[in-house]
């Protein structure tokens, strides 16, 4: 079995082996057919009739995609409700007693709802939702935690028509307002409170501080009692048991959404600047969505899930709830964090419900590696049959700490590179047919395409670093895509790339078999003596060395001390001493050639991170660089930032 590491281009590049798919698992795989990838293209578009095959249409559609100009109009003509997706269909199929949602709370308390249930309190909800008024394309705002609530109310305003718009119950008070007043949204469901490391974190008081920061009325407003503390409700308020008690027993019929009708709102994790609202659309999401969690992610009816995004980013809304339901798969959600009660929590989680697929994120592989193998070792996590990882390019060392240690080297992992904008996966390998290579996310998937461009628009040979643009429309994007607005992101919105794209806003390679390697963003990709490098691949070396945990690297314009300097965490044993900065700094120039030189390596605690869990670099260049820096209050650890100013400058 390879170790993934490998040879070294002229450059230095890393060039990492292929690691074919487990038999065990390629026998059993949803997709086993190679012809796939022609089958799409000669196709395409109506290649995405498989995908809009994997869900239930009430009105069939006319036409996959009438036009191959905006307005993108897919699935155009049919009508559906992503709720009767999620439910009805699985009841109707005799599915009802399987279960739909396994939640699993902070303090050890679990909750089931098998698909009859979860139908049940929808059903409740959404007839709740109407009594206070709420109508079809009224946007209803669900600022809630990790409970089950959370998912109920998302089918409930799905079940009338009523797009939700979920804000992360770790944003503040303003970006909920801002959130509130962006969406034009006059309902709010939330709660009073939840659990984070044991302790109570409120919520109701954030909400209300944004109720009157908003200039429009707030008509209802819906509070979930999760904590039990008992608070005033003011007379536009109202408790979620209430509601759903006085609506007991209700059935409300699905509403017919055409394929254009707007399933939610959300916005992007804020990781290079704003925040961007997203609309997603019910036909093309869906079948986006509910497709890829067969393909990629492998789910099958029963199947046992667990993915350990925050319902409050695109990865929740896709990959927690649409896509695992639509599919009639069993979905576990959990309260609070990984490291408690203890660091062992998810392997626990994954042992206790004999988990079949497992989806997280590179932030929190990293985590895992940083507290150690013994976690994993000590359950059985034999149930597991895929891994999968999404939110930034995962290295190598992570990637191979990930198959061994989690997944016994039977698992495949598949790398899923997608973003808020693009509402599903887009470029992954199919873990039946495709090899895999450490840190290399993988083709495009059938049905969609991407090139790598360069300043002028033109495709840059293989191995060469460029911009990232997708060249064909797909199912699964947002509505202002689909009325052909650009949305090339500022700087590279004057490239000219001939026929229809998407620029992304990543930085990529291409190697010669077609697998797309993301750097992370234009913005990360460095100019180091002349090269182009992904931020990414130095990282990647930086944490191939043992004892390191996490690193990140910026580039600095200061004549003195410019260059590339490299923030890097340890094991949580290990002091940073010169020792180990020159053993950082060489192996950096044995992996990727003498031109990539260090200037400066800073230890530190910890990494400025959004609250999704990414790194942030532009505090980190505005430290390095010496610079005044914006508004802290996105990241998850504001602290570290005056911290590592003041490491940097006694260093
Ligand atoms: P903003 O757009 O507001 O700056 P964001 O881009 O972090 O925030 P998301 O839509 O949540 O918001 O994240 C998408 C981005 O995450 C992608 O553009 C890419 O940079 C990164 N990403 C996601 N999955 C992968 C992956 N598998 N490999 C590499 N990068 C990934
Ligand atoms: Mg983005």
Not at 16 to 25: A, G, N, R, V
Request: glycine share 10%.
């Amino acid at each position: 079995m390879s170790n993934g590491r490998g040879p070294d281009s002229e450059t230095g590049l890393g060039e990492y082996e292929k690691i074919d798919p487990p038999t065990s698992f390629a026998e059993q795989a949803t997709v086993t057919d190679e012809s796939i990838y022609d089958e799409f293209n000669d196709t395409w578009p109506d290649c995405w009739e498989r995908a809009a095959a994997t869900i239930d249409w009430s009105e069939p559609y006319e036409c996959v995609l009438p036009n191959d100009e905006p307005p993108f109009e897919w699935f155009a003509g049919g009508t559906l409700n992503a709720s009767y997706n999620c439910l009805d269909r699985h009841i109707e199929a005799g599915a009802k007693n399987r279960v739909a949602i396994k939640w699993e709370s902070h303090l050890g308390e679990t909750r089931t709802y098998t698909y009859q249930d979860l139908y049940r309190e929808v059903n409740e909800f959404a007839a709740a939702l109407r009594a206070q008024g709420v109508e079809e394309d009224d946007v209803v705002t669900l600022y809630m935690p990790m409970i089950p609530e959370l998912p109920i109310a998302m089918l409930a305003c799905a079940r009338i028509g009523a797009p939700h718009n979920v804000v992360f119950a770790g944003l503040s008070a303003d970006a909920l307002a801002t959130r509130l007043e962006s969406a034009d949204s006059e309902y709010l469901v939330t709660c009073d409170g939840y659990y984070r490391r044991g302790n109570a974190i409120f919520l109701k008081s954030k909400a209300e501080d944004a109720r009157l920061k908003t200039p429009h009325d707030l008509s209802e407003m819906v509070l979930v009692e999760h904590l039990g503390e008992a608070e005033h409700l003011g007379e536009t308020q109202h408790t979620y048991d209430e509601l759903v008690s006085e609506h007991a027993g209700a059935e409300v019929a699905p509403v017919d959404r055409s394929a254009d009708d707007v399933l939610f709102l959300i916005h992007t994790s804020g990781t290079t600047g704003e925040p961007k609202r997203v609309e997603h659309v019910t036909g093309g999401y869906l079948a986006h969505v509910t497709w890829t969690s067969q393909a990629v992610l492998d789910l099958k009816p029963g199947d046992t899930y667990l993915c350990t995004a925050n319902i409050g980013w695109i990865s929740g809304h896709s990959y927690v709830v649409y896509g695992p339901l639509a599919v009639g798969a069993t979905t576990v959600m959990y309260e609070g964090t990984p490291n408690y009660p203890e660091k062992d929590r998810i392997w626990s989680l994954i042992e206790q419900n004999a988990v079949d697929v497992f989806y997280t994120a590179p932030t929190a592989i990293r985590a895992f590696m940083k507290w150690g193998a013994e976690y994993p070792a000590q359950h059985d996590l034999s149930s597991l049959r895929l891994l999968g990882t999404v939110g930034e390019p995962i290295n190598p060392r992570a990637w191979q700490w990930y198959y061994e240690h989690v997944g016994n080297e039977e698992c495949p992992i598949v790398d899923t590179w997608w973003q808020t904008e693009t509402g599903g996966m887009m470029i992954a390998t199919l873990p039946g047919i495709d090899a895999m290579k450490p840190g290399v996310a993988g083709p495009p998937l059938p049905g969609t395409d991407a090139k790598i461009v360069d300043g002028s628009g033109e495709a840059v040979p293989p191995n060469d670093a460029g911009y990232l643009v997708l060249t064909r429309p797909w199912p699964g994007m947002p509505l202002a895509l689909r009325h052909g607005r650009r949305w090339g992101r500022e700087g590279t919105s004057e490239i000219e790339v001939n026929g229809w794209n998407y620029f992304t806003g990543d930085g990529a390679r291409v190697d010669e078999d077609g697998y797309i390697t993301v750097l992370g963003r234009i913005d990360d990709v460095i100019n180091v003596s002349g090269y182009r490098l992904g931020t990414m691949e130095i990282e990647s070396a930086i944490v191939d060395v043992e004892g390191v945990v996490e690193a990140a690297v910026v580039s600095v314009d200061n004549a003195e001390t410019g260059g590339v300097h490299a923030y890097v965490t340890l094991e949580a044993a290990l002091s940073g001493d010169e020792q180990m900065r020159e053993r950082i700094a060489s192996h950096v120039r044995e992996r990727i050639g003498p031109i990539a030189t260090l200037d400066a390596v800073v230890f530190t605690p910890d990494l400025p991170k959004t609250r999704s869990g990414k790194i942030m670099r532009r505090f980190l260049e505005n430290i390095a660089n010496g610079e005044e820096f914006g508004d802290t209050s996105t990241l998850r650890n504001p602290e570290i930032v005056g911290e590592l100013k003041s490491i940097v400058r006694d260093d």
